[in-house]
């Protein structure tokens, strides 16, 4: 993400408004996959990470109610990079008591991004607590939006949802696989993935091939550093 | 299992990451191993998604309009579109192609 020039709160709102209005189409994806529009609105507040509700829903999504443990397992992974936000984070906020449990909620792609854009130490923090206050906001209102709008819609194939599905998990990796080992691991994980499918149950084919190809991914780097 | 229940054990388990890098020493970033790791399961996890979401359906290899769909969507990643640009075109993409055929 490009994040512009200015004071700290006008960056902050601005990132807050474009991150936060995709929620529309997570509130859409949500209900079509078959949550009901209070679960899909919890889960924009309580799990509140973009990359990890899109995996949740997308696995619910192919295979229901019997594929909830490999959702709740793929959500997790997924989230493992803001435990590395929130380590670089920690010094620069230094929030004290039950602020710690607030910072670790807010604790995402942008706020970090923006905190880690600004120069002055003040800065750092104000960007970090205005970033993730302002997504949060703008994320939840447009999930309602979106949930309310994949209501009318009772097949996920109406509009293409199930390509626009595909369109946004491609988007949030796209940035991660600029370079070769990423986009091999990439490579592996789509193919591998989909041959998967074919053999076992609904989840399980995105962890195995995820596990493969991050194997691959650290021997890869292995033998090029040797 | 419960869906509710699901969503609140998801939610918690998510959490867990962001509360624990509050809670550790910050020389854990030092470890490049760690960093790695979770930079490649981003990656792995979601791209498997991606393979999922577009090529099958009901258990079986499906080649439909998703696919373009998809290839719109890296082209307009190319040209740097907004993210909801790219969602709604590549949407929009599919559904137009069914319409069609």
């Known amino acids: 993400m490009s994040i512009g020039k200015g004071s700290v709160a006008s960056v902050s709102v601005s990132v807050g408004l474009a991150t936060g209005i995709y929620g529309i189409s997570f509130g859409a994806l949500s209900v079509t996959a078959g949550f009901d529009i209070w679960q899909t609105m919890a889960l924009s507040i309580l799990m509140f990470s973009g990359g990890s509700q899109f995996a949740f829903v997308a696995v619910f999504a192919t295979g229901g109610v019997s594929a909830l443990p490999a959702a709740i397992t793929s959500a997790w992974l997924v989230g493992i990079r803001n435990g590395f936000y929130a380590l670089t984070l920690a010094p620069r906020i230094g929030p004290k008591g039950l602020m710690k449990v607030l910072a670790a909620q807010l604790t995402i792609d942008e706020s970090t991004a923006v905190s880690a854009s600004r120069e002055i130490e003040s800065e750092k923090r104000k960007g970090f607590w205005l970033t993730g206050l302002s997504v949060f906001v703008f994320w939840n209102l447009a999930t309602v939006f979106g949930a309310l709008l994949g209501g009318f819609l009772s097949d996920p194939k109406v509009f293409g949802l199930d390509a626009a599905a595909a369109a946004a998990l491609f988007a949030l990796v796209w940035p991660r696989i600029q370079q070769s080992t990423g986009a091999l691991i990439a490579a592996v994980s789509i193919i591998g993935s989909t041959l998967l499918s074919l053999v076992l149950p609904s989840g399980f084919p995105v962890l195995v091939a995820a596990g493969f190809a991050v194997a691959l991914g650290f021997w890869l780097e292995r033998s090029k550093n040797e | ?101």
């Open chain 2, 1 to 101: 299992m419960n869906s509710w229940l699901a969503i609140v054990l998801g939610s918690i388990a998510v959490f867990s990451w962001k509360f624990l890098g509050y809670l550790l020493p910050a020389r854990l970033l030092e470890s490049r191993m760690l960093s790695k790791l979770a930079g490649f399961l981003t990656i792995a996890l979601l791209s498997g998604l991606v393979g999922v979401q577009t090529f099958s359906g009901n258990g079986q290899l499906e080649f439909d309009a998703r696919i373009p769909a998809l290839l719109v969507a890296a082209l307009l990643l190319r040209l740097k579109s907004p993210f909801i640009v790219i969602v709604i075109v590549a949407g929009a993409t599919a559904a137009l192609l069914r319409l069609a055929f």
